[in-house]
DNA sequence: ACCTGAACACCGTTCAAGT
DNA sequence: ACCTGAACACCGTTCAAGT
């Protein structure tokens, strides 16, 4: 008998039960019915549970659409993190999944490559190199973490956000309980100036060199 | 009946399940039989499968031993951050959780509290200094989640490192194949010169704000 | 070769009964 | 109050039988 699903098709219809559902609705058995099937198709298609995660990770992947380059590595820089902070943020049931689970795929990789692409004409040498791509990608990738686990994050859509921090610690954690309230006032604007941050760092390493 | 366990107890239990045999090996059940129960005494003392998981995250936050301070924020700041960073990567097994499940107990933000407090005496003002936590926390954060699931990281114990990027990649992605040679050589110092590009920037803005 | 129902070995948790 | 066995509704996956 021919093939009745495409691997992408099972990646469309996996993702778009966890943005519905969230990632507790995805089960081989949910997906499943959601293609009109018994559960042992899939078998077919993806080796178990965790290959099927990783088609989600790759299908959140797909979505980045990495932008054009020009001769300004900074801009690129801050443009295809920019591009991968949006999309992972657009699925945000799905960034357990991309936090914890590896990618292969070339698709998978593209987002990473293109940062790395841009980094490299910064023309700083391979440790920096290395060191500013991590920190790059650690910092949109623990960016998405802290805004689904971080101790800063509101707990419920409709509690205050504040609220939380500052009622739990009551003046044992200043320090943090003061950002707390900053970051309700400055939500909108965390990436660009935390990103900021790094990239000042990385171009001082960049020109540092450039001067020698 | 008195009380059989201690909330502590339960947390050592959980922990050393998942640093001995991984995520998976942790169930209600397993737990229980760790403790010699059955599995509904532990409803006794945690709410549900996912309170138990944001047990094993404090335990884990509880074992960073914050650094005394010294007068110096920049250095409070990267002994915060490499504390947080030096007992997470201990436990390995455990990322998963501590990137996904948010704490609220004061023993789990103590490590935030700790670099919330360095950074404040940089002098930054609020917006910056919420960037500046972000970026620190983010870096830290991302590159456990790197280390756990990133591009550059090695997908077996024994595979060779550079192997996977480059031989499934075939020259599509060069620019990450090439970090990824970079990053066999330099994988005990990416963490300290990461942080030091963030930090680089977060003292240009701190000594900005002086200038003026 | 690709498909797929039945069955198995798990899992978290509800319920109700113990002390 | 705190404990806990039995039972239930799930889950991923093996197996074997279909075409």
Redesign the pocket.
């Known amino acids: 008998?021919?093939?009745?699903?495409t691997l992408a098709e099972i990646q469309q219809h996996a993702l778009a039960i966890v943005d519905r559902e969230g990632l507790a609705g995805?089960?081989?058995?949910?997906l499943a019915a959601s293609l009109h099937?018994?559960?042992?198709?899939?078998?077919?298609?993806v080796?178990?549970?965790?290959a099927?995660e990783e088609l989600v990770v790759d299908a959140v992947a797909a979505r980045v659409d990495t932008p054009a380059l020009t001769d300004d590595w900074a801009a690129d820089t801050r443009a295809a993190a920019g591009a991968l902070w949006r999309t992972v943020r657009a699925h945000p049931a799905a960034v357990p999944l991309v936090l914890t689970r590896r990618t292969s795929s070339a698709t998978g990789l593209a987002p990473a490559e293109a940062l790395a692409s841009a980094l490299t004409r910064s023309g700083l040498a391979d440790a920096d190199l290395l060191a500013a791509f991590r920190a790059v990608m650690a910092f949109v990738m623990g960016l998405a973490q802290a805004e689904v686990a971080g101790p800063l994050a509101p707990e419920g859509a409709a509690a205050a956000e504040a609220e939380r921090i500052g009622a739990l610690t009551e003046g044992t954690l200043p320090a943090l309980s003061r950002l707390s309230s900053v970051s309700a006032a400055h939500a909108h604007e965390e990436f660009d100036r935390g990103l900021a941050l790094v990239l000042a760092g990385i171009q001082q390493a960049a020109e540092a060199r450039v001067g020698t």
């Open positions: 008998m021919k093939a009745r699903f995805l089960t081989m058995r949910s099937t018994g559960p042992m198709t899939l078998y077919n298609y080796k178990g549970r965790e099927l």
